[in-house]
């Protein structure tokens, strides 16, 4: 044997020598060429999913999760809620994703308000394709409205805020009201984009019904499946078509003052494919929904190395 074994004692000198040259030096300076593993799982995920962006309304480029056009800010004004129902009753549909059906989450007096508030202020929808921020039918027909921040819509704020436990870093995203004639859809896509890393992405999304007085326009989740008992069928359409053929995965019926609660992100801060959903034409009359994003903010010491 040309070698000797090294002595004990002389390993845990090596090593002694080795961990603090590594520690202060040699993991520095290796940093900027290997994002560390928190920033490149925030990346995106799967191919398939790659154009999820172009189904967006809200350019990652342009995320300013401070600016009050854009998210609803505390700012101290009391709550007062005019027409509020006695409660909400939840059931649980899945745990990851978790996927809360929220019954009574508005009460039919604050669906009629909202609707109200929104008619002169419907704009058609748009998707973010890329750079720019387009119209297309074909994706999504429907028109939207920004809704003020009156008492009621400030106390679905903070109803949305309690209902996900108070959680720190959470910015619930100004409401927009969205209505759907005949022949309105939005096709299959996701809330969230994989952006956390950039600033923030949508955590979780309400899906309210205001208006229901429509033929059609279920939420459909082709990924998720169909939960065991017959009481769903309340909520989710369990019939066959007129061909005969069950909907892929699980379809919401639109019902007035109901809502589908879902987190779009694990915990690591990654997508849930499973989250991939869309509105169904509506078929007669005119459906009215609205949306409750949250938009998480890491605290900046959890974001990438210092850049
Ligand atoms: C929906 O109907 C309203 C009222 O008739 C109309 O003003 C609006 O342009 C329609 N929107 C779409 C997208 O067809």
Redesign the pocket.
């Given at each position: 044997m040309a070698y000797s074994t090294p002595k004990l004692s002389t390993i845990i000198t090596w090593l002694l020598y080795f961990v603090p040259v590594y520690i202060f030096v040699l993991d520095p300076l290796l940093r900027p060429y290997f994002p560390d593993s928190a920033s490149s799982s925030l990346s995106w995920g799967e191919d398939q999913d790659r154009h999820v962006l172009e189904e967006w309304d809200t350019s990652p480029s342009t995320l300013h999760l401070t600016d009050d056009s854009f998210i609803s800010p505390d700012d101290g004004v009391p709550d007062n809620c005019p027409g509020e129902a006695e409660g909400y009753r939840v059931h649980l549909l899945s745990q990851a994703p978790l996927v809360l059906y929220i019954e009574n989450f508005v009460s039919a007096a604050e669906a009629d308000h909202l609707v109200e508030i929104s008619l002169n202020k419907y704009t058609?929808s748009i998707i973010y394709n890329g750079k720019t921020q387009q119209i297309d039918p074909s994706k999504r027909?429907?028109?939207r409205a920004l809704l003020d921040r009156d008492d009621t819509v400030r106390c679905l704020e903070n109803r949305a805020r309690t209902f996900q436990g108070w959680r720190p870093h959470l910015y619930i995203e100004r409401m927009w009201a969205q209505?759907y004639?005949a022949s309105?859809h939005y096709r299959h896509h996701y809330d969230w984009t994989g952006s956390l890393a950039r600033g923030g992405d949508r955590l979780s999304t309400f899906m309210v019904y205001l208006g229901d007085e429509c033929e059609g326009g279920g939420t459909n989740f082709p990924r998720l499946g169909m939960p065991g008992g017959r009481e769903w069928c309340r909520f989710l359409e369990c019939e066959e078509d007129e061909q005969g053929t069950v909907k892929e995965g699980i379809t919401f019926k639109p019902i007035k003052g109901n809502a589908i609660f879902w987190e779009n992100l694990r915990p690591d801060g990654t997508g849930y494919p499973e989250t991939w959903h869309a509105a169904y034409p509506v078929t007669s009359g005119t459906k009215v929904g609205l949306n409750i994003w949250s938009w998480y903010q890491p605290p900046k010491r959890n974001r990438g190395g210092g850049r």
């Open positions: 058609p027909l429907s028109d209505r004639n309105g």
